[in-house]
């Protein structure tokens, strides 16, 4: 298998389709990417601006044998769900809305068992990303940790162990 190939099927968990639907209708088409970039930085707006990458992580998190495929599964239909909740409430998928209707559209799934889990699920990545090590992809030169003036562990990680 050349490289180029094995770097698709790595990501494609990430970088495949969700199909939304709107009742019986199909309404559109997303990838958790999209969604999961936009949700993470409405939960977790320091990310963002200490240059975190938490997709870049949640790729090794994805290729991960120890990470179940239930586990993946429910990521995938939380972004399912997360987007056709906002269809229905503003007829629009999650990344198109405003931050005022992303923010009001949280707060009620956070009320639901699934959007906690799914919510919570985002939240631990998003700061495993941030406080990780950098070898790992997201604490991008440390950001995480010089932002909470944090010394990481001293033998740093050679390789990748996830």
């Known amino acids: 298998m050349n490289n180029s190939r094995r770097k698709f099927l790595q ?6 389709s969700v199909f939304l639907f709107n009742g019986c209708t199909l309404f559109g088409v997303t990838t958790p990417y999209a969604t999961i970039k936009v949700l993470q930085n409405d939960l977790v707006p320091q990310a963002e601006e200490l240059e975190i990458h938490v997709i870049s992580y ?10 179940t495929k239930s586990d993946k599964e429910f990521l995938k239909n939380g972004v399912k769900w997360l987007n056709e909740e906002s269809i229905k409430s503003y007829h629009k998928e999650y ?3 405003a931050k005022y ?3 009001s559209l949280l707060q009620s799934i956070a009320k639901t068992s699934w959007g906690e889990s799914f919510l919570y699920d985002i939240m631990n990545y998003t700061f495993e990303a941030m406080l990780g090590d950098p070898i790992y992809g997201g604490n991008n030169k440390q950001a995480g940790w010089k932002w909470l003036e944090f010394q990481g562990g001293i033998p740093r990680p050679k390789k990748v162990y996830i």
Do not use: T
């Open 58 to 67: 949640m790729h090794i998190v994805f290729k991960h044998k120890r990470i």
């Open 101 to 103: 209707q992303r923010e």
């Open 95 to 97: 990344v198109k809305l």
């Open 11 to 16: 990501y494609g968990f990430l970088s495949s």
